[in-house]
């Protein structure tokens, strides 16, 4: 079975462009979330989503957001690009059902390595 | 979620059993003790997970103390490719907090030849 992947693997970008991110989860996972991991902040949820809807959301400004297509792929994306924008970006996804309580695993992609200049 | 301690850096002997502890004082009953672990430059790898009682998976076990405040994973048979930054990570289960994981600094283990 095919993992998670991320794609574009590197990308660099000037301050104030905007930037697109996909991810395309493990086949039969509905549940992708998002990730920023930085050196000096390490990994921090950005956001996940569920069924095509945001069911949770990090502590991260309105620049940054996200959506989730019927075939369950995913989009990130982050406007008015700062430096500190700079991060290794991971996208995760879990066979989560909905309304269930369990216990699940993460799996996760490589990861989009962006650079802002 | 409880919070976690974890060392920052340990180090193994290739072939020897590699012991990662993590301490999670303030957990509650009903939240998950789970494992994972990153390799440079790739995303984090799930290991193992548990909620009372230990485990063992073909990767690791997982020993879980009686009052849950504290774990270790356990890596049988080190190697080198073991080597990589371990997360140790409580959480409750999916229903309310979904994919949202909490990783903190956790601990760099090196394996050497």
């Known amino acids: 079975k095919a993992g998670v992947t991320q794609t574009p693997r590197y990308l660099i970008k000037t301050r104030g462009q905007q930037v697109t991110l996909s991810c395309s989860p493990i086949s039969g996972h509905r549940s992708v979330s998002w990730y920023q991991q930085t050196p000096g902040q390490g990994l921090q949820f950005l956001f996940e989503?569920?069924?095509?809807?945001?069911?949770n959301k990090g502590n991260f400004p309105g620049r940054f957001s996200g959506r989730q297509f019927s075939n369950s792929r995913s989009e990130m994306n982050v406007s008015t690009l700062e430096l500190g924008d700079s991060a290794l970006y991971l996208c995760?996804?879990?066979?989560?059902?909905?309304?269930?309580?369990?216990?699940?695993?993460?799996?996760f992609g490589s990861g989009t390595q962006l650079s802002v200049l | 979620d409880a919070k976690t301690t974890q060392p920052p850096s340990m180090d193994c002997a290739e072939g020897r059993a590699a012991n990662l502890p993590c301490n999670h004082s303030t957990i509650s009953g009903n939240e998950y003790v789970y494992w994972y672990r990153q390799i440079h430059s790739q995303g984090p790898q799930y290991i193992i997970h548990?909620?009372?009682n230990n485990e063992t998976n073909e990767m690791a076990s997982l020993i879980i103390t009686e009052d849950r405040k504290s774990s270790t994973l356990i890596l049988p048979h080190a190697t080198l490719r073991d080597t990589a930054v371990y997360y140790c990570i409580v959480r409750v289960a999916a229903l309310t907090s979904g994919s949202r994981l909490t990783f903190g600094e956790g601990t760099q283990l090196t394996v050497n030849p």
């Open positions: 995760a996804s879990s066979r989560r059902v909905g309304g269930q309580r369990q216990s699940e695993k993460l799996f």
């Open positions: 989503y569920f069924s095509e809807t945001q069911r």
């Open positions: 548990g909620l009372k």
